[in-house]
């Protein structure tokens, strides 16, 4: 039932899982050296609460429950009416309201392209860092596994 | 206060404070169940789009989440009304009042006939509906008398809008006991139970 990535809703998705997967402490330092923030006032949250992670198999085979995961949630209303939301992963208030409202200040086309700039790009290179820093630590602990021919196959 | 906000693609805010006003709206509804013909009032003022009142947005708030099936009357399901319920109740709305687990209806765009709502079974008359609707006003209707259970003699309600055909089928409930559908009618930040238990006289 996935909808398709396009456009719009590709960006924001981009931005929103960028927000959510960056650490909380650069999310709100980010959000402290915004110049010009916005009165905004809150909708739902932040509130946390538990989310059934799916899986499959090699990503092909039925789907399963991987198991629960810890989400904080809160979604906003700037005073011209946007509305942000922000789903991040554990219990952090803050950043999920920080999140939420620099959704909301994205979905500006005038203020984009700044934010992107001082704000997402840095926290999407930070954190594919952080992934290539923890892939190679685990890379360095790889052991593979080799059959021998035991040899009373014949 | 009513506290109605213009759909501008914004749900609106639901309770101020989540759980507080949650719980006491909870304590208000089941005041007003166990004292039939008792008017309750909600101290939480929940945003709500038109033409939904506080009371009613109030138990929407409350009571339904995503295991709740919920069915809107006319009048109600537009636009701003299913935005609300979806974001802040995150309950189905469904089409058929049959599968309802709670109905919401306006007095004024015409009541749905009690018949078409599930009264439950003798098995599990707690699988019925509960119909909550918004009338014009509390008092100043048709006067009906009530005895039962949680009243010591009688009490009266006279909420104002609602037809005479509601009332008709409400009296022929009574013989379906313990099957029946409970209701509360609201009205800005009020609102009065009628629940199945009670006998009513036009």
């Not at chain 2, 009142?53 to 399901?77: K, N, S």
């Not at chain 2, 014009?136 to 003699?153: D, F, K, N, S, V």
């Not at chain 2, 559908?181 to 800005?188: A, E, K, L, Q, W």
Request: hydrophobic residues 45%.
């Amino acid at each position: 039932m996935e909808r398709p990535r396009t456009g719009e809703t590709a960006a924001r998705q981009g931005w929103m899982s960028v927000l959510a997967k960056a650490r909380a402490d650069d999310v709100l330092a980010a959000w402290e050296g915004l110049d010009d923030k916005p009165q905004y006032r809150p909708l739902r949250g932040p509130e946390t609460g538990l989310v059934m992670i799916q899986a499959r198999a090699g990503g092909v085979g039925a789907k399963f429950n991987f198991g629960e995961m810890t989400v904080t949630r809160c979604s906003v209303e700037l005073d011209d009416g946007t509305v942000g939301h922000a789903y991040v992963p554990g219990t952090d208030g803050g950043h999920a309201e920080a999140a939420a409202v620099l959704d909301a200040l994205l979905q500006n086309g005038a203020r984009r392209a700044l934010l992107m700039d001082a704000i997402v790009s840095p926290l999407a290179a930070a954190h594919s860092e952080r992934r290539r820093t923890r892939a190679m630590k685990t890379a360095a602990t790889r052991v593979d596994f080799f059959t021998l021919v035991r040899g009373d196959s014949e | 206060m009513t506290a109605s906000v213009a759909f501008t693609g914004s749900p609106g805010r639901g309770f101020a404070r989540y759980t507080y006003d949650a719980q006491a709206t909870f304590r208000t509804l089941l005041d007003a169940m166990a004292r039939p013909g008792t008017i309750g009032s909600v101290a939480a003022e929940p945003e709500a789009p038109a033409p939904l009142d506080p009371a009613t947005a109030a138990i929407a708030l409350c009571l339904f989440d995503h295991d709740t099936q919920v069915w809107l009357g006319d009048g109600i399901a537009g636009l701003a009304a299913y935005e609300y319920f979806r974001f802040h109740c995150g309950c189905p709305l469904i089409k058929s009042a049959l599968a309802a687990d709670f109905a919401v209806c306006l007095a004024s765009a015409g009541m749905p006939p009690l018949a078409q709502f599930d009264a439950g079974t003798d098995e599990f008359p707690d699988g019925s509906a509960t119909l909550v609707v918004q009338v014009p006003a509390l008092e100043g209707g048709r006067g009906i008398r009530l005895t039962g259970p949680g009243i010591e003699r009688e009490a009266h309600l006279s909420v104002a809008g609602v037809p005479d055909y509601f009332w008709a089928a409400r009296r022929d409930q009574q013989a379906i006991f313990p099957r029946g559908i409970d209701v509360v009618f609201t009205c800005g930040e009020r609102l009065v139970a009628l629940p199945r238990s009670t006998e009513i006289e036009v």
